[in-house]
């Protein structure tokens, strides 16, 4: 057992074998032996590659509940398969310590993903994703509004989320994907607000529209579509801007922003969707934003970023009652007992969670 989990918490730490023999005074023969169970590491040794790969010794004793399928990576741009063994360890790694920490409750801490009723079985036209989003809309309570926490909405409906720290990737947006018949999604912690609900929306596309788009409707441009109608859906934005416009103010897009949590880019490319302006003067917009650099960051206040937080307040939930203690507490937000406590204490900032 020992042999796997090393050999998953040195890819995760993206290591070969001689590099993390080299840390630890060892040979990469000798690692490769650990791995493939030949022989095991002293306690000693345990010790030290578990400070090398950044895990607690008691990671390398989990037993192996999780695989993920059907990953979908966004394609956006393709990352070195070194960065994504790392990326789907990472991941992995946080699904186990949560399906761990749910398993401790006497009674399901989280209710099951149901599929949404009576969504089309097959999507000829991209226009149809409108209603598919009200569907889904409506199946979750949402009206019209704007979501204010989007991660909160997922997890309400059984679509557990998780934060990778993407600061290294700039390609990595997130992905979707299923763990024991589980749906989740993953986005990168760095990114600003609305990025990051534009990604966990698409991911959600994905969920959605799996197995219903018809032969050569593009599943990501589908995807892009429901997340943008996810975030301000028909009604809401022919309400904003009204069912023709020649012309849209650049503080109008702002403020609509600022409300959906939609990017200004992503605003444009709704009204012209839904067209309320023509596919010429959105694609002359898009040219300015590229001519004032808002391509790359749009004018304004930066949308503030989404919070995973059901991790963290289960597991001071099943602290409160008993379920677990404080050293278990601390080895599922990986972290030392000693910076739990201050956590616990509610001392220092909270820079301690890694979810
Ligand atoms: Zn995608």
């Known amino acids: 057992m020992i042999g796997q989990r090393l050999f998953r918490a040195r890819k995760a730490a993206g290591l070969s074998l001689r590099e993390l023999g080299a840390q630890i005074g060892l040979t990469h023969a000798a690692i490769k032996k650990y791995e493939d169970g030949l022989s095991a590491p002293t306690s000693t040794t345990l010790l030290k590659l578990s400070r090398a790969l950044n895990v607690r010794t008691e990671y390398f004793f989990r037993g192996e509940t999780v695989a993920l399928d059907c990953i979908e990576y966004r394609k956006r741009s393709s990352l070195p398969k070194k960065r994504l063994d790392a990326i789907e360890h990472e991941v992995i790694d946080q699904i186990e310590r949560r399906i761990e920490l749910e398993n401790l ?49 997922l997890e309400t409906h059984g679509i557990r989320v998780f934060m990778i720290d993407a600061n290294t990737d700039p390609k990595f947006d997130g992905l979707a994907a299923t ?77 609509l922003k600022e409300e959906f949590g939609l990017s200004m880019a992503g605003i444009l490319y709704r009204a012209r969707d839904l067209s309320i302006v023509t596919p010429a003067w959105r694609d002359e917009q898009a040219r300015l934003f590229r001519l004032k650099g808002w391509h790359l960051t749009e004018p304004g206040k930066r949308y503030p970023a989404e919070k995973a937080h059901v991790f963290e307040q289960m597991v001071f939930h099943a602290l409160a009652e008993d379920y677990i203690g404080e050293s278990k507490a601390a080895e599922l937000m990986k972290i030392s007992l000693t910076a739990f406590q201050t956590v616990r204490a509610l001392e220092g900032s909270d820079a301690a969670t890694h979810q």
């Not at 226009?127 to 569907?135: D, F, M």
């Not at 219903?212 to 892009?224: P, Q, T, V, Y």
């Not at 028909?234 to 023709?244: M, P």
């Open 179 to 255: 763990v024991n018949q589980m749906p989740i999604i993953v986005v990168g912690s760095n990114w600003p607000g609305d990025r990051q609900r534009f990604t966990l929306a698409h991911e959600l596309g994905h969920l959605m529209l799996a197995g219903r788009l018809a032969d050569g409707i593009d599943e990501e441009m589908a995807s892009n579509r429901f997340a943008g109608a996810f975030l301000i859906p028909r009604k809401s934005v022919e309400q904003e801007l009204g069912t023709h416009r020649s012309y849209i103010e650049p503080k109008e897009l702002s403020l």
């Open 105 to 153: 409750f006497p009674k399901p801490p989280v209710v099951p993903f149901t599929p949404v009723q009576k969504l089309p079985t097959q999507i000829t036209d991209l226009n149809q994703i409108e209603s598919v989003v009200e569907v889904v809309r409506q199946a979750w309570d949402l009206g019209y509004d704007p979501i204010p926490d989007l991660i909160d909405v």
